[in-house]
């Protein structure tokens, strides 16, 4: 069960600036929702632990995300995949670009996420909302945090 | 673990239960009325209905705790005495109105809740549209809402 | 005909416990000390299992035991089998993968169990499953039958290249050729037999016990046919000897073939069982069953008719891929081939029929007989072949299929079978009158007039039931002979009971049987009763499928009861000092020929067993009596199906507005119980036609995988029907009994996609004909004339 999304938000903060923020464990933590742990391992790599309810199926998902396709301060490619136990799996990145605007930084992602499992088979329908929802928070949140909120 | 009392078909019942226990599992296991059946584990197929206050629900999505000092009525409670039917039983044999039997207790149930809110002289369409809640996968259901209107004109008797 | 005798709509003997909620179902039985199985399942349709740890789940409160595919290998439990070998047309065997209860090393579909949780309740042993952690390496998976076999696609088992299981032909393919080159006409389809989920509503369950005092395992289980399970459980699988095995299966809450199969959870509960010293319970979730059932149809054909410049047929030709999921459940390999391309003909007499068949391997649950089993899909071919065919030549589709009738007896058609009986002009006539097709015009019109489109779809189906003659089937593959065996007890106070091989779901044998008993032996229905479904107490058998427990189990049935009168007679002689020549007997009373002397049934059986009339080297003593039936040929119901339907221009929503049907079962034992089985089949037919399908993603992720997404018929999916019946006899049993149990389902599907694309003026549908697809296709329809205009 494979969905995609783009999506982009202006962010009112040097590219430097955001560039930092999307390396820093401890913005990404705050911001990711549901997101329980987030312990960086390395430069690029982090061990996390998220609850995420769909539908029926609530689930804490225990996996690795990587960082790869580093190009500072221009954007990464973040994935990771999430297993959640008896409810399943989910995985996926995102593409994410920064680029100079309007004296700020437009933040452009492209996010390919699938799920399997009981998530796929009770949660599919509302796959795609939630996703939706999540990236959305997520960088309502990140905006937050940019903006020094 | 938790206590809970409740009516179950007229008789007082108590029960130390875990706390995600549903109402169906509580009747099927801790009192062993094994007639409430569960086909379905989303809600859908109405296997499960029984009569809480008098109203039909699926008990597969009540927890038991819930039911403190609820009267609960199940297919084994309904008929009159241990040698009759209910009317509602009776039209679901005379009408063949079942097969493997396994859905036949929630249909049953339904059908009186059916028969509360909509009265004696219920037509097909209506007698559809109700049974929505309750899958049936061996009748093709034909028979069960001829069960269903016979069995609410026998209630009016 | 008696009050409860043949022909009688007698009220069901087992309705009171059901009505009355004491129907005794698996997961009802209660053991001592009794334990709960969980299992760990795939989320990935492919993969490599690196590392199963269980070593936090077992220190979970609760946990007995947790078992993986590892240790099954270590206690060499034996895999799976599919018991019909099927050749490939090159000869070479069918190729087989290995299919154990718990997988090893690799999973093949979402839902393929890799660990079993034995706990003390079941919110326990979810708790510990849920603590398994299970490292896979994910491979690429496919799912559609129809890329199974591409260059890239996955390879899913070692040593079977292309996910080919077998490539099958049946028929003269040169001839066919030749045929289609003489042809004037020639229709042709491509057709998706859509993928369905049985979902019988009571769900699979298991409940195995050991008894370490005598070495004895005893299995409840939802099955179809406990003593086949003992068997392929005993022989293949070597959880313990036959003898040491007891099979029972009390009510069962639906099957329709769903519960044929011998499933890997029956064979882990058994070994867990004795590993255990405890009981041990599964019952299936309804999100485990959409995952562990084996599913149904699934095929993908390309189909042509060749027609003359009258309308016969003259030839049908059909290639097919077959879609039997990750493993080979245990009759798979028969349903694409045997059940399906044999009933290529329809009521039809067709010169030259081709077929072939591919069967692959693919990341989905396995998939195996359900409710018609190959029939409903051969149904599908024929029927849209011969309706789209009438359509494109401008003939009336009923008028095309009767020049095309099969109409002398018996009739040898191009793919093995051998119809011996059928009226198919009756049926069709009468179902016409049913359904007053001569007023459709007008009701056509009435519907225009309030923007609905209104059509009228036939199906005149046949199958092959009464499964089957055992030489026939042996010689086309089976592992297994498909007689029944029937044991006749009369006790010493004249009450008789019944032991019969075969297996009821729903099906009523307690009060159908009983029925030819009472009328047999004119004793009443009350004293008679039927048992079933226990190996330690009835003979061994073959269970309840392919509508044969009329046709072969009560067969043998009546072969037993012709033994007991026989018997009987010889009792009575002795008891009234006649002859045995001179003893005759009606209606419960043997009389002596020419004298007024005359025993009861009663005394009699007491006679039997009291002996005191005859000395024993003279007469054995009791009254009981065992027959195995062998049929002499499949049995060939068959009729005519109409359905109309009036569909919303607007919303594409498809509405049944009539349905009509007249089948010709044969011997009708009780015609109330013949009539439910008829409109449960319509039922399942009407729900693959609109409703049903099992969707997977091209992941190998089930998407309709719970009755939120797969969308059963409910109550106001469905008309009422109307129903008639023409009879002739089947020459292949003494009852002349046909069977009943999967017509429905056959011949549905094709009647209502008939119906729907003569509503909407076009072929282009896809089941199921959800309001989507046929808004869909009238957009295409409609852009399609305009462009043209």
Same mark, same amino acid.
């Given at each position: 069960m494979a969905m995609t999304m783009t999506g982009e938000v202006q962010l009112p903060a040097a590219k430097e600036t955001v560039w930092a923020m999307l390396n820093d464990a401890n913005v990404l933590k705050a911001c990711i929702p549901g997101c329980e742990e987030l312990d960086k391992l390395s430069d690029t790599e982090f061990k996390a632990v998220a609850v995420s309810k769909i539908g029926p199926v609530k689930a804490r998902f225990k996996g690795n995300v990587h960082l790869t396709d580093l190009d500072p301060p221009n954007g990464y490619k973040i994935s990771g995949e999430g297993d959640g136990g008896v409810a399943g799996f989910a995985k996926g990145g995102a593409t994410v670009s920064l680029a100079d605007k309007d004296g700020g930084t437009?933040?452009?992602?492209?996010?390919?996420?699938q799920i399997g499992g009981k998530l796929a088979q009770l949660g599919q329908r509302l796959v795609n909302g939630a996703a939706k929802k999540m990236a959305d928070d997520f960088f309502a949140n990140f905006a937050k945090a940019v903006s020094g909120g | 673990m938790p206590k809970v009392s409740m009516t179950v078909n007229g008789k007082p019942v108590t029960g130390n239960i875990e706390e995600r226990t549903l109402l169906v599992q509580f009747l099927r296991e801790n009192l062993r009325l094994t007639g409430t059946h569960v086909g379905c584990d989303t809600s859908q197929c109405g296997a499960c209905v029984v009569h809480v206050n008098g109203i039909a629900m699926k008990s597969c999505t009540l927890l038991a705790l819930q039911m403190e000092g609820a009267s609960i009525t199940t297919i084994e409670g309904i008929a009159?005495?241990?040698?009759?039917?209910?009317? @509602?039983?009776?039209?679901?044999?005379?009408?063949?109105?079942?097969?493997?039997?396994?859905?036949?207790?929630?249909?049953? @149930?339904?059908?009186?809740?059916?028969?509360?809110?909509?009265?004696?002289?219920?037509?097909?369409?209506?007698?559809?549209?109700?049974?929505?809640?309750?899958?049936?996968?061996?009748?093709?259901?034909?028979?069960?809402?001829?069960?269903?209107?016979?069995?609410?004109?026998a209630m009016a008797k | 005909?008696?009050?409860?005798?043949?022909?009688? *709509?007698?009220?069901?003997?087992? !309705?009171?416990?059901?009505?009355?909620?004491?129907?005794?179902?698996?997961?009802?039985?209660?053991?001592?000390?009794?334990?709960?199985?969980?299992?760990?399942?795939?989320?990935?349709?492919? =993969?490599?299992?690196?590392?199963?740890?269980?070593?936090?789940?077992?220190?979970?409160?609760?946990?007995?035991?947790?078992?993986?595919?590892?240790?099954?290998?270590?206690?060499?439990?034996?895999?799976?089998?599919?018991?019909?070998?099927?050749?490939?047309?090159?000869?070479?065997?069918?190729?087989?993968?290995?299919?154990?209860?718990?997988?090893?090393?690799?999973?093949?579909?979402?839902?393929?169990?890799?660990?079993?949780?034995?706990?003390?309740?079941?919110?326990?042993?979810?708790?510990? %499953?849920?603590?398994?952690?299970?490292?896979?390496?994910?491979?690429?998976?496919?799912? !559609?039958? %129809?890329?199974?076999? *591409?260059?890239?696609?996955?390879?899913?088992? =070692?040593?079977?290249?292309?996910?080919?299981?077998?490539?099958?032909?049946?028929?003269?393919?040169?001839?066919?050729?030749? *045929?289609? #080159?003489?042809?004037?006409?020639?229709?042709?389809?491509?057709?998706?037999?859509?993928?369905?989920?049985?979902?019988?509503?009571?769900? #699979?369950a298991a409940l195995a016990e050991y008894d370490a005092g005598t070495d004895n395992l005893t299995l409840w289980n939802t099955s179809q046919n406990p003593h086949v399970a003992r068997l392929v459980i005993?022989?293949?699988?070597?959880? =313990?000897?036959?003898?040491?095995?007891?099979?029972?299966?009390?009510?069962?809450?639906?099957?329709?073939?769903?519960?044929?199969?011998?499933?890997?959870?029956?064979?882990?509960?058994?070994?867990?069982?004795?590993?255990? $010293?405890?009981?041990?319970?599964?019952?299936?979730?309804?999100?485990?069953?959409?995952?562990?059932?084996?599913?149904?149809?699934?095929?993908?054909?390309?189909?042509?008719? %060749?027609?003359? $410049?009258?309308?016969?047929?003259?030839?049908?030709?059909?290639?097919?891929?077959?879609?039997?999921?990750?493993?080979?459940?245990?009759?798979s390999s028969s349903i694409p081939t045997y059940l399906y391309a044999t009933l290529l003909s329809g009521q039809y007499g067709i010169p030259q029929i081709y077929c072939e068949v591919d069967a692959v391997y693919t990341n989905t649950v396995p998939v195996d007989a359900y409710r018609g089993a190959g029939r409903p899909e051969a149904t599908f071919v024929v029927e849209r072949l011969v309706e789209v065919g009438a359509r494109e030549m401008g003939l009336d589709p009923a008028d095309l299929r009767k020049r095309n009738f099969i109409k002398q007896f018996p009739h040898q058609t191009p793919v093995i079978m051998a119809y011996d009986a059928g009226d198919y002009n009756a049926s069709l006539k009468k179902a016409m009158e049913l359904a007053d097709v001569k007023g459709f015009g007008k009701r056509k019109r009435d519907s225009a007039r309030h923007g609905k489109l209104r059509g009228l779809g036939y199906s005149t189906y046949i199958e092959a039931c009464g499964i089957a003659p055992s030489q026939a089937v042996g010689s086309l593959g089976a592992g297994v002979g498909l007689w029944e065996s029937a044991e006749v007890r009369v006790n010493p106070t004249g009450s008789v009971e019944v032991l019969t091989g075969s297996?009821?779901? $729903?099906?009523?044998?307690?009060?159908?049987?009983?029925?030819?008993?009472?009328?047999?032996?004119?004793?009443?229905?009350?004293?008679?009763?039927?048992?079933?479904? !226990?190996?330690?107490?009835?003979?061994?058998?073959?269970?309840?499928? $392919?509508?044969?427990?009329?046709?072969v189990g009560m067969s043998a049935i009546a072969q037993a009861l012709d033994k007991v009168i026989a018997k009987a007679k010889k009792v009575a002689a002795f008891m009234m000092e006649a002859s045995e020549g001179d003893i005759e007997f009606k209606d419960g009373k043997f009389t002596v020929a020419g004298t007024d002397k005359s025993a009861a049934w009663d005394d009699v059986a007491l006679n039997a067993y009291i002996a005191h009339k005859f000395t024993g080297a003279e007469l054995e003593p009791g009254l009981k009596e065992t027959s195995f039936y062998d049929p002499t040929n499949f049995t060939f119901p068959a009729g005519c199906h109409i359905c109309e339907v009036e569909v919303d221009s607007e919303t594409g929503r498809?509405?049944?507005v009539n349905w009509t049907a007249v089948d010709d079962f044969g011997t009708v034992i009780n015609p109330m119980i013949v009539e439910g089985q008829v409109h449960g089949g319509i039922a399942q037919g009407v729900g693959q036609a609109l409703l049903e399908g099992a969707v997977y993603d091209k992941d190998g992720q089930l998407v309709s995988g719970s009755f939120m997404d797969y969308s059963m018929p409910r109550a106001h999916d469905l008309p009422s029907f109307k129903l008639g019946l023409t009879e002739t006899k089947s020459p292949s049993n003494p009852l002349g009994i046909k069977g009943c149990g999967e017509a429905g389902a056959i011949a549905a599907p094709a009647a209502v996609i008939n119906a729907i694309t003569d509503a909407i003026g076009t072929e282009q549908i896809s089941m199921p004909a959800t309001a989507q697809t046929v808004w869909s296709a009238l957009q295409r329809a409609n852009a399609a004339r305009q462009a043209a205009e």
């Open positions: 437009l933040l452009t992602y492209n996010v390919e996420a | 009159p005495s241990p040698t009759e039917l209910h009317p @509602m039983q009776e039209a679901f044999r005379e009408n063949h109105g079942l097969q493997c039997g396994y859905c036949t207790p929630g249909m049953i @149930m339904s059908a009186l809740d059916i028969v509360r809110r909509k009265g004696h002289d219920l037509d097909e369409h209506t007698i559809r549209e109700e049974l929505d809640g309750n899958i049936c996968r061996c009748t093709g259901y034909h028979n069960i809402v001829k069960a269903v209107a016979a069995g609410a004109r | 005909m008696t009050a409860t005798g043949i022909g009688a *709509a007698v009220r069901r003997k087992e !309705d009171i416990r059901f009505i009355t909620g004491k129907g005794q179902y698996t997961d009802d039985v209660v053991r001592p000390g009794e334990t709960r199985a969980v299992f760990v399942r795939s989320p990935h349709a492919h =993969a490599k299992i690196k590392r199963i740890d269980t070593a936090e789940a077992a220190r979970m409160p609760g946990v007995v035991a947790i078992l993986t595919g590892a240790d099954l290998a270590n206690d060499k439990i034996g895999n799976l089998i599919c018991g019909w070998m099927i050749h490939s047309k090159d000869g070479s065997p069918m190729k087989m993968a290995p299919h154990p209860a718990i997988a090893s090393g690799k999973v093949n579909h979402v839902g393929d169990a890799v660990a079993v949780v034995i706990a003390e309740t079941r919110a326990q042993g979810r708790d510990a %499953a849920d603590k398994v952690k299970v490292d896979y390496e994910e491979l690429p998976a496919v799912a !559609d039958p %129809a890329k199974a076999q *591409a260059k890239d696609a996955p390879q899913i088992h =070692a040593d079977i290249p292309n996910n080919t299981i077998y490539q099958w032909s049946l028929g003269d393919e040169k001839a066919v050729g030749d *045929a289609f #080159r003489g042809a004037k006409h020639v229709t042709r389809l491509d057709i998706v037999n859509n993928r369905l989920v049985p979902n019988a509503i009571e769900p #699979r005993s022989a293949f699988v070597g959880i =313990a000897p036959e003898h040491k095995l007891r099979v029972i299966a009390p009510d069962v809450g639906g099957g329709f073939g769903s519960k044929i199969f011998i499933y890997p959870e029956e064979v882990v509960c058994l070994w867990a069982a004795r590993k255990t $010293g405890r009981p041990v319970k599964w019952t299936a979730e309804r999100s485990e069953a959409f995952l562990t059932d084996a599913h149904g149809r699934d095929h993908v054909t390309h189909a042509e008719m %060749a027609f003359d $410049g009258d309308g016969k047929i003259l030839a049908l030709r059909a290639k097919t891929i077959a879609n039997l999921g990750a493993y080979m459940s245990t009759f297996h009821a779901h $729903g099906q009523g044998h307690e009060t159908t049987f009983a029925q030819l008993v009472s009328e047999r032996l004119g004793i009443p229905f009350e004293n008679i009763s039927v048992l079933h479904g !226990d190996t330690d107490k009835v003979q061994f058998g073959m269970g309840t499928y $392919g509508s044969r427990s009329g046709a498809t509405e049944i």
